[in-house]
């Protein structure tokens, strides 16, 4: 579905929808500042990726998913890609889930399904396929009509930028490249981008190396440390909800270590033993000490000391927890949590020098762990390590940006449209005197390249008029790629100003109007340069042959060449208006001012003339009186000419409008 970018549009909210944690920003479309606010659903901006169905409260999200009792289902950091074939239960628990919280922020009335672009993001290695068959259930199933799905990694730099910790402006003097680091809860995503551009390249590596399995290590390190071991196995089979709260413990857990690495963090969850009626009702009597001994519980303690031996641990090892999570582990790396981040950072490293990063931009929680900062300055000491103070809200404040920055682009794209429609009339306006100044050129390029020369060789023999034309004739062919480049170059500098000329009057107001550099979408260095390359977009004028031509040439059959100028194949003629009459040669050397017969003409054409009557002829005095008669005929010619004029028009618009719209798509980088 094709968003509408109107008037309509109010808000956009960046939804971060990752497998650990969900975050909302809104930003106002509206609104001339870029201020960014957090959407609390049920009291809380940030809070667990969980959802649960229960009997008479209906859907729980977040913490209350986990904690509230009587849940008939329960999922916990759910997110993963959509699989191509029937993902029906996948498709439910994201949509059941967007269509709560979406429901939740419009009961406040500003956001409403109109007015409202969400922007969700995906980790960056998802294929398009993917984007949209995510995209669909947010759509279709969740009933968001205006979604997008977007590259977090974009978000991650987007956030950056707009935070302050990119302090320079995005194509204007930073520079280089960046790597984005994102730690995330079911993966990690390293994506280089080129800053100027904000191209990026997405390494595909390290897709499975997400912080929650350092949850399921501290979750399989306090299990195995438990006495009740077996009974907490046996109770985690039976229930999801169980098994979550206490995974939910761990990860809490582990981020109190992150933010307070020495700090001693306790874990403890209390279980409720289940009991069949038969023996709830033989122990009902039985005394205190019988009643503590069927107590469940999992505890431990999170100090740093634990911490470092949990990640010093292989990953691999989490493979005797499949059955109790249900999760095929066993592609899992050899590698411990910290020797695996290091070992694909190197990959990185690895890379040729031009692609190296000077700029590392972290996200995501894990990214809070200490040693995450150590390993990327051990390995690249040269670049400029980022990383947000609010790493939580970085990926939701990202997509709002990129969300705000897409609809700010395609209304450019939409004005810079309206306002090109008025180029073909700019260019018909213009063409009256783009083909003057050819014909002008291409005058003065015949007279003093072609015949100049040839004439004045053939002063200094005895040879006929008749040798002088075949001269000039082949001197011309000779010449025809000189002659090329000459109304090549011409033409280009004619496009030049067209294109210069419409950018003033029309697109540097649109530029004021969205606060980027007016020559951003400037287009005529670029116009003059695809005519430098000789594009040839196979438009041919057709030469129109007229009766007035062979009058102008008389009884030479005039000169036709096929000049290629930039995309336009031209067919030109040479005037050859210093022998119109051949009769007025002769009677200038010879001194004869008899009118005579054509017969005489002819013959006399053929005659021989000595080098010493030749040498009365003052060539330029000569050419300076046919001149203007000649200009006068060529630039008649070009007028006369539908074919050529249509082509030339043609030629103009669709390299002037495709260049101005690729500029517009590069000018994209200084939206804001």
């Known amino acids: 579905m094709s968003i509408d970018y109107n008037n309509k549009l109010k808000y956009v909210v960046g939804f971060d929808l990752g497998h650990g944690e969900t975050a909302l920003i809104r930003i106002n479309l509206n609104s001339t500042n870029k201020i960014a606010s957090k959407i609390e659903v049920d009291n809380k901006s940030n809070f667990i990726t969980a959802i649960a169905y229960h009997p008479t409260k209906g859907i729980l999200i977040g913490e209350s998913a986990i904690k509230t009792d009587g849940v008939k289902e329960s999922h916990l950091a759910f997110k993963r890609r959509p699989r191509p074939d029937n993902d029906s239960e996948y498709q439910k628990i994201?949509?059941?889930?967007?269509?709560?919280?979406?429901?939740?922020?419009?009961?406040?009335?500003?956001?409403?399904?109109?007015?409202?672009?969400?922007?969700?993001?995906?980790?960056?290695?998802?294929?398009?396929?993917?984007?949209?068959?995510?995209?669909?259930?947010?759509?279709?199933?969740?009933?968001?009509?205006?979604?997008?799905?977007?590259?977090?990694?974009?978000?991650?730099?987007?956030?950056?930028?707009?935070?302050?910790?990119?302090?320079?402006?995005?194509?204007?003097?930073?520079?280089?490249?960046?790597?984005?680091?994102?730690?995330?809860?079911?993966?990690?995503?390293?994506?280089?981008?080129?800053?100027?551009?904000?191209?990026?390249?997405?390494?595909?590596?390290?897709?499975?190396?997400?912080?929650?399995?350092?949850?399921?290590?501290?979750?399989?390190?306090?299990?195995?440390?438990?006495?009740?071991?077996?009974?907490?196995?046996?109770s985690f089979k039976q229930s999801t909800l169980v098994r979550n709260r206490c995974e939910l413990a761990c990860r809490k857990a582990k981020e109190e270590t992150f933010d307070n690495p020495n700090s001693t963090s306790s874990i403890f969850e209390e279980i409720e033993v289940k009991k069949d009626k038969e023996d709830k009702k033989d122990k009902e009597d039985k005394e205190d000490k019988e009643d503590k001994e069927d107590e469940l519980d999992f505890r431990g303690k999170l100090t740093t000391e634990v911490m470092d031996r949990i990640l010093e641990q292989p990953i691999k090892d989490l493979r005797d927890m499949e059955k109790i999570f249900d999760k095929n582990f066993s592609t899992l790396p050899n590698n411990c949590w910290k020797e695996e981040l290091k070992a694909l950072l190197q990959k990185v490293k690895q890379l040729e020098s031009s692609k190296q990063p000077n700029m590392l931009l972290l996200t995501g929680g894990a990214s809070r762990m200490n040693f995450v900062k150590i390993v990327c300055k051990d390995l690249f000491p040269m670049a400029k390590l980022i990383q947000g103070l609010e790493p939580e809200y970085s990926i939701a404040n990202g997509l709002a940006y990129t969300g705000r920055i897409d609809v700010r682009s395609q209304s450019l794209i939409s004005d810079v449209k309206q306002k090109l429609k008025e180029l073909t009339p700019t260019i018909k306006k213009q063409l009256p005197t783009l083909l003057d100044t050819l014909a002008e050129n291409l005058t003065e390029f015949m007279i003093n390249s072609i015949i100049k020369p040839v004439f004045e060789q053939w002063k200094e023999t005895d040879e006929s008029i008749a040798i002088l034309k075949e001269g000039v004739k082949d001197e011309a062919k000779r010449k025809k790629d000189k002659m090329k480049d000459k109304l090549n170059h011409v033409l280009r500098n004619s496009l030049f100003s067209i294109a210069e000329k419409f950018h003033d009057d029309n697109l540097v107001k649109i530029a004021d109007e969205y606060d980027i550099p007016s020559k951003s979408l400037d287009a005529s260095n670029e116009v003059k340069k695809i005519f430098q390359q000789d594009i040839d977009l196979s438009i041919i004028s057709e030469f129109i042959d007229s009766e007035d031509l062979y009058a102008i040439i008389d009884e030479l059959e005039g000169i036709i060449e096929h000049i290629l100028v930039g995309v336009i194949i031209v067919i030109i003629f040479i005037p050859l208006m210093l022998f119109e009459s051949v009769k007025w040669i002769w009677n200038l050397v010879s001194g004869d001012s008899n009118e005579g017969s054509r017969e005489e003409e002819k013959k006399k054409e053929n005659e021989n003339i000595s080098s010493d009557k030749k040498q009365k002829i003052n060539f330029d005095e000569v050419i300076n009186k046919k001149r203007d008669e000649i200009v006068g005929k060529i630039k008649q010619k070009f007028a006369d000419n539908i074919k050529l004029r249509e082509n030339i028009l043609k030629a103009a618009h669709d390299v002037i409008y495709g260049t101005i719209m690729k500029k517009v798509d590069e000018a994209r980088v200084f939206i804001d």
């Open 94 to 234: 994201v949509s059941d889930y967007a269509e709560y919280i979406h429901t939740k922020i419009k009961v406040k009335g500003e956001i409403t399904d109109d007015n409202t672009l969400f922007i969700i993001g995906c980790p960056t290695d998802w294929s398009k396929d993917i984007m949209r068959a995510y995209e669909t259930i947010f759509r279709d199933h969740a009933k968001i009509p205006y979604i997008k799905v977007v590259a977090e990694s974009r978000a991650a730099l987007m956030n950056s930028i707009e935070s302050g910790n990119i302090d320079t402006k995005v194509g204007d003097h930073l520079q280089g490249q960046a790597l984005v680091i994102d730690l995330g809860s079911s993966t990690s995503d390293f994506t280089l981008v080129d800053l100027k551009n904000r191209k990026a390249e997405q390494f595909h590596f390290g897709n499975d190396l997400g912080s929650s399995l350092i949850d399921k290590l501290i979750f399989r390190y306090i299990l195995n440390k438990s006495k009740q071991k077996d009974k907490l196995v046996s």
